[in-house]
């Protein structure tokens, strides 16, 4: 694929953005690990690479530069180095960096006449970290502020560093990443929705063949647009596939059962909450559980497969969101397929989880699914604090049920990202017993914050779950700030 642009990520958060930022603007791009190599990269024939760094010290740029595949600038391949990069890129190509620093201000930029500041003028920049660089040999200064060159090009190759990064709501960086997509890498504007749903239904198409697919479903988007897509693609080739674990919210099993038939697909419910239970005895570390519950979902759709004749292909609605979020936490291989005989297809694997929704628009889903809240992959276990027995699933499932009736009919479901109770075992002593503690939470970039619900909501449900629910001695509002957005549940 040539008109692509790959970003490297040297610093996951800044990578993310570019490359939201990009595909906002429909240039197509994906994300590589830092320590890619120069074949890798030229197998997936790119336009162009673009090094997203951050804000890091000497001793993390030392990383840098050990993880870089130095053999990435001295082709012909037009590369843009962002932020810490830049330094990176100064370092390996025998620059040097000296001692003076801009340090957290705006200063005045400057700009030469370059390609990659077509329709930029002079103006102030938010500087974090900028140093005064001894530029190498063959390169330039294009891009200066306080008498420092905060941005360099080599003189014969269009290999360029950039002092800063590319910010949200930054029309001017904005402007000089499509300079660098459009205008330097040659790079086409073909990346929106509905070329990715075209592609898709043909990949799909090649994929499943003469064969028919099976659908893992949970009534989540990721996998209810996945299902949706194959169905338009393939038709009664695709069988929708719902593992009932025992881990799954209130009723949730028949909703999503009948929501996903209503939209003319084949759904299959497999009873796996005996099989989950034996599994999950024993069990306490959240990970493991985790673990335990996709084994057993993955061995109910391989019964499942042999099942219905000629299924070849199991489709997976892994997004690119869960991909970079997991690279985020030095979990690379988050997504990874299990072990099965048959062909993984994921095809929303290049989506971000706002393309996501904004394909599930386009394919006609209607609200009731494309609002579901995000749910973990290892269900309502990984809310139970401690063994997730079937007694502790029952009294959690019961207590979350009056939680999210209670936010519906106050009008706030829209208003949250995400709102859940879990379970805890409280110690020997006055107060002991369990412990139901809500939380409800606001997406903020890769941050979770508390909501501040209102009073006389959280005193009914707390008055519903002591009366309606036995064996509570406890409920408390979490008003914890999750610093990433994976640590919530």
Not at 110 to 139: C, K, M
Not at 313 to 318: E, Q
Request: aromatic fraction near 6%; charge should be negative.
């Amino acid at each position: 694929m040539r008109d692509m642009i790959l970003v490297l990520s040297l610093d996951a958060g800044f990578a993310n953005n570019v490359a939201r930022l990009l595909r906002s603007e429909r240039v197509y791009c994906k994300l590589v690990p830092r320590d890619v190599t120069l074949e890798q990269v030229q197998r997936e024939n790119p336009s162009g690479l673009i090094l997203a760094g951050g804000v890091t010290s000497r001793g993390e740029r030392g990383r840098e530069c050990d993880a870089l595949d130095k053999r990435l600038l001295r082709g012909d391949l037009p590369v843009l180095a962002l932020g810490s990069a830049a330094r990176t890129l100064c370092d390996v190509e025998g620059g040097a960096q000296r001692g003076e620093v801009i340090e957290k201000r705006a200063v005045a930029v400057t700009y030469t006449d370059n390609p990659l500041f077509v329709g930029i003028e002079t103006g102030e920049r938010w500087l974090e970290h900028s140093h005064d660089l001894a530029l190498p040999q063959g390169y330039e200064p294009v891009a200066e502020a306080e008498g420092l060159a905060v941005g360099f090009v080599h003189a014969e190759k269009p290999v360029y560093g950039l002092q800063f990064q590319v910010e949200k709501n930054d029309p001017d960086g904005i402007a000089m990443l499509l300079n660098f997509a459009l205008n330097i890498c040659k790079c086409a504007a073909w990346w929106e929705e509905g070329a990715f749903v075209e592609r898709a239904k043909e990949e799909l198409q090649r994929a499943i063949g003469d064969g028919k697919a099976i659908c893992a479903v949970s009534g989540g988007l990721d996998s209810t647009v996945c299902a949706l897509l194959a169905e338009k693609a393939v038709a009664d080739k695709v069988h929708c596939v719902l593992v009932d674990t025992g881990l799954l919210r209130e009723g949730e099993p028949e909703w999503v059962a009948e929501q996903l038939t209503e939209q003319g697909l084949q759904v299959s419910r497999v009873d796996a909450r005996a099989a989950t239970a034996k599994a999950l005895a024993g069990v306490v570390g959240a990970a493991h559980k985790c673990d335990v519950a996709q084994r057993v979902i993955a061995q109910a759709l391989e019964a499942e497969a042999q099942r219905i004749a000629g299924v070849t292909v199991l489709l997976r609605g892994t997004n690119y969101s869960d991909v970079v979020q997991a690279a985020c936490e030095g979990n690379e291989g988050y997504g990874d397929p299990p072990q099965t005989k048959l062909t993984v297809v994921e095809p929303l694997r290049d989506l971000f989880r706002g393309e996501v929704y904004r394909v599930g628009e386009l394919l006609g889903l209607p609200g009731q699914l494309l609002h579901r809240q995000p749910f973990p992959g290892g269900g309502l276990a990984m809310r139970v604090f401690g063994e997730a027995t079937p007694e502790r699933l029952r009294t959690l499932r019961a207590a979350e049920a009056l939680f999210e009736a209670e936010i519906e009919e106050a009008g706030l479901a829209r208003k949250l990202w995400k709102y859940y109770a879990t379970l805890a075992q409280m110690p020997e002593g006055e107060t002991a017993g369990q412990v139901v503690l809500l939380r409800a939470v606001q997406q903020s970039e890769m941050t979770a914050n508390p909501a501040r619900l209102p009073y006389d909501l959280l005193e009914r449900v707390v008055e519903r779950i002591q009366k309606e629910v036995t064996g509570i001695t406890r409920v408390m509002y979490d008003v914890t700030s999750a610093v990433h957005m994976r640590n919530e549940l």
